[in-house]
């Protein structure tokens, strides 16, 4: 089915679609040729971007689509929008501002694109989207291979319905349900592809039960201190085989509940025992995002997290689920001093680490694997050694 674009946007379309081919995340005609034809904007007219308010607090100001020529530039760019926000924590702070904590977005055209090129469809293939959000995804998809062949689920009404009524102003009419995504499909069924636009801590046993011999799975794998997109193939035993792929994650979590997220559960943090110098200081970590992703294989139950102290110090900190923590301050050089608490042994882990991934000559993110087997048990490894790390099953 074709959409029929506003007028206005049509360069902002072909602009975006030679953008993505040029960096290499559209690799194929065909993708090249639906995302030519298939009107962002429709999807987004309206979202939010972070920014500084005057008097120093971080807020996200309202913006709204329509024809003019900085409107469809900000659609059409290349980055995330952001297009909700939790009503629990959002506060309003002017006529057109709020705080708050995310929980919807278009995701960046780049990434979509990365990810879309990834799951490999072909013509005849039924494919599940798990996270429907603004509906330009699923018709993405709809273009590619057709209505009766994209399903799509979210677990809030709401953006289903709005997604649908966008989907069917651009010309297309996938078949959207309201549910939990990470229990697949409402109706059931078995589907060539899945692709999740939101972020979980292992691949869901629905998701296995709802894909057959030779199924991709394409989903970001959120590990705590970092994650990634993984590509899937399933066998005939129900184990999920492939590697971490090129594009870099980020996705929000999937959620239990339709428009908010629970509340963060954490131990008391223990207090401070003692500093030690680490010649692996913080730029290293936030400089080396395949590092991240192997601290997350590490310390699978671990976050990192910004900490400031009650003279307005950042650092970045680690941090157990048993209360234990280790900080590297933001601004320490090649022989920083690292602070911690708890377990002394949790910056030992990261520094590890560090002596692993350059001794095995900093290899990028995709010459890690994953593994999820059919009991549901998982494992990262690395390709060219096959050494394994396991991860945990969340409960």
Do not use: K
């Amino acid at each position: 089915m074709s959409a029929s674009p506003h007028v206005p946007a049509r360069p902002h379309m072909t602009a975006l679609a030679e953008a993505l081919t040029a960096a290499g995340a559209v690799r194929t005609d065909e993708w090249a040729e639906v995302f030519a034809r298939v009107p962002r904007h429709v999807f987004v007219p309206r979202w939010f971007e972070q920014e500084t308010d005057a008097r120093g607090i971080t807020v996200w100001r309202e913006r709204r689509g329509g024809s003019t020529e900085g409107d469809l530039a900000a659609v059409y760019g290349d980055r995330t929008l952001v297009t909700a926000l939790d009503p629990g924590t959002a506060e309003r702070v002017d006529e057109s501002a709020w705080t708050g904590i995310p929980t919807s977005s278009s995701t960046q055209p780049g990434l979509m694109a990365g990810m879309l090129e990834d799951l490999d469809v072909r013509d005849g293939h039924r494919v599940l989207e798990i996270g429907t959000g603004t509906g330009y995804n699923a018709a993405l998809l709809s273009a590619r291979l057709g209505d009766g062949r994209v399903h799509s689920v979210d677990i809030d009404a709401a953006l289903v319905r709005d997604a649908r009524l966008r989907l069917s102003a651009a010309g297309f009419a996938p078949r959207l349900a309201t549910g939990d995504g990470m229990r697949g499909h409402p109706a059931g069924g078995t589907f060539d592809r899945i692709i999740a636009t939101c972020s979980v801590p292992s691949v869901p046993d629905a998701w296995i039960e709802q894909s057959g011999p030779g199924t991709v799975l394409v989903t970001d794998l959120a590990l705590g201190v970092e994650g990634g997109v993984v590509r899937l193939v399933v066998d005939e035993r129900g184990r999920a085989a492939g590697h971490f792929t090129t594009n870099a994650g980020r996705f929000m979590a999937a959620r239990t509940e339709a428009t908010s997220y629970p509340p963060a559960r954490r131990p008391r943090r223990a207090a401070e025992t003692g500093t030690r110098p680490s010649s692996v200081t913080a730029a290293d970590v936030r400089a080396h995002y395949p590092f991240r992703l192997l601290l997350g294989f590490c310390l699978p139950e671990a976050e990192l997290v910004y900490h400031v102290d009650d003279a307005g110090t950042m650092a970045l900190q680690i941090q157990g689920p048993d209360g234990s923590w280790a900080r590297a301050p933001l601004t320490g050089d090649a022989n920083s001093r690292v602070a911690h608490g708890g377990e002394p042994a949790l910056w030992d882990r990261i520094e590890e680490a560090w002596r692993w991934w350059n001794e095995a000559g900093r290899p990028s993110h995709d010459r890690f694997g994953y593994v999820r087997e059919a009991d549901g048990s998982a494992y990262a490894r690395y390709i060219p050694d096959g050494a394994r790390w396991d991860l945990p099953v969340p409960g």
